[in-house]
């Protein structure tokens, strides 16, 4: 039985697809309840095959997928009413407006009152920054507001759960700080939001959970701050001598060097040594530094430790 907390969990999840490719291999996932839960992984990871499954869009290969405490696909019918999805981008049609998009999706639930069908609409679509554009064709919208009018269906009616698969996609650097600010809003309110996303800077922003994916896997889980600390802090130098630099600091245990034209970073060597020693000995082979420290690691330094795999952290 899953865990009374959980809004998400996940035993032994597979999906392989015709073919033999392996798209998710034995995911065990657990997403607190009332939590925003990021889902990070480079594209390709498995994170859409994944929440496909617990949507009960496809079957998995094997193992089982609880959401709200119940089995999916086979609880679909009572457990998507308390969902909100945005899911592999939004389609609209084409040729209806905005609003008239949102009434039909809100005549589809049968739980919806119809009395109250327009303002909820007209809500949904001021609150996701849609209100002057609800009467143009969605044809004439951009992918961000196409983006926007998905995000609006997913809010139509209070959900426990919100599931939200790359909502950001789209959107320019003020839409997306909008969406953040959304999400973290909707997250106030109790609900658990189980965020999708291949861009770190969102998941350091709006999550208090998370977990990494990388080629079907899981690779890690937990609380952000848990998984930022993961990453080691670096030693940095800025010289004109970058070459010379990198040697020397590996001849005085320095590892993982990254060397850029003016620029060398790596870890430092184990033990206590005192990383002015390091900084002397630069300056006693002749290397020119202009700035030397040491830099807290970042969430992207701990991910990239974890998956080999670098991350986009624009946003």
Same mark, same amino acid.
């Given at each position: 039985m899953a865990d009374a907390f959980a809004?998400?969990?996940?035993?032994?999840?597979?999906?392989?697809?015709?073919? =033999?490719?392996?798209? *998710?291999?034995?995911?065990?996932?657990?997403?607190? /309840?009332? +939590? %925003?839960?990021?889902?990070? !992984?480079?594209?390709?990871?498995?994170?859409?095959?994944?929440?496909?499954?617990?949507?009960?869009?496809?079957?998995?290969?094997? =193992?089982?997928?609880? *959401?709200?405490?119940r089995r999916m696909?086979?609880? /679909?019918? +009572? %457990?998507?009413?308390?969902? !909100?999805?945005?899911?592999?981008?939004?389609?609209?049609?084409?040729?209806?407006?905005?609003?008239?998009?949102?009434?039909?999706?809100?005549?589809?639930?049968?739980?919806?009152?119809?009395?109250?069908?327009? /303002?909820?609409?007209?809500?949904?679509?001021?609150?996701?920054?849609?209100?002057?554009?609800?009467?143009?064709?969605?044809?004439?919208?951009?992918?961000?507001?196409?983006?926007?009018?998905g995000l609006a269906a997913a809010?139509?009616?209070?959900?426990?759960?919100?599931?939200?698969?790359?909502?950001?996609?789209?959107?320019?650097?003020?839409?997306?700080?909008?969406?953040?600010?959304?999400?973290?809003?909707?997250?106030?309110?109790?609900?658990?939001?189980?965020?999708?996303?291949?861009l770190l800077d969102e998941i350091e922003q709006v999550c208090t959970h998370a977990a990494v994916m990388a080629r079907g896997r899981l690779v890690v889980q937990g609380p952000v701050a848990e998984l930022a600390a993961r990453a080691q802090d670096r030693i940095a130098v800025t010289t004109p001598d970058a070459g010379d630099a990198a040697r020397i600091l590996k001849e005085h245990g320095v590892t993982g060097l990254t060397v850029t034209e003016d620029r060398v970073t790596g870890e430092p060597p184990p033990g206590d040594r005192d990383p002015a020693e390091l900084n002397a000995a630069l300056v006693h082979a002749g290397v020119r530094v202009r700035a030397f420290g040491l830099e807290r690691g970042t969430l992207e330094d701990a991910f990239v430790a974890l998956t080999g795999e670098g991350f986009d952290v624009a946003g």
């Amino acid at each position: 039985m899953a865990d009374a907390f959980a809004a998400v969990e996940t035993r032994g999840l597979t999906k392989r697809f015709r073919g =033999g490719q392996l798209a *998710v291999d034995h995911l065990d996932l657990t997403v607190p /309840a009332g +939590t %925003v839960f990021g889902f990070l !992984g480079p594209n390709g990871s498995g994170k859409t095959t994944t929440i496909r499954m617990l949507m009960g869009l496809i079957e998995p290969t094997s =193992g089982t997928a609880q *959401v709200l405490g119940r089995r999916m696909p086979d609880a /679909a019918r +009572t %457990v998507l009413p308390q969902v !909100g999805a945005l899911i592999e981008g939004p389609a609209p049609y084409a040729f209806r407006s905005g609003r008239d998009n949102l009434l039909r999706y809100d005549a589809a639930d049968p739980t919806a009152d119809p009395r109250t069908r327009a /303002a909820r609409v007209d809500a949904a679509l001021e609150r996701v920054g849609l209100g002057a554009a609800a009467g143009k064709k969605a044809k004439a919208y951009s992918l961000g507001m196409k983006q926007r009018l998905g995000l609006a269906a997913a809010l139509l009616r209070p959900r426990r759960l919100l599931v939200l698969d790359e909502p950001t996609n789209g959107l320019d650097p003020q839409g997306m700080r909008e969406i953040r600010a959304l999400i973290r809003e909707l997250a106030q309110d109790g609900r658990t939001v189980f965020l999708s996303s291949h861009l770190l800077d969102e998941i350091e922003q709006v999550c208090t959970h998370a977990a990494v994916m990388a080629r079907g896997r899981l690779v890690v889980q937990g609380p952000v701050a848990e998984l930022a600390a993961r990453a080691q802090d670096r030693i940095a130098v800025t010289t004109p001598d970058a070459g010379d630099a990198a040697r020397i600091l590996k001849e005085h245990g320095v590892t993982g060097l990254t060397v850029t034209e003016d620029r060398v970073t790596g870890e430092p060597p184990p033990g206590d040594r005192d990383p002015a020693e390091l900084n002397a000995a630069l300056v006693h082979a002749g290397v020119r530094v202009r700035a030397f420290g040491l830099e807290r690691g970042t969430l992207e330094d701990a991910f990239v430790a974890l998956t080999g795999e670098g991350f986009d952290v624009a946003g």
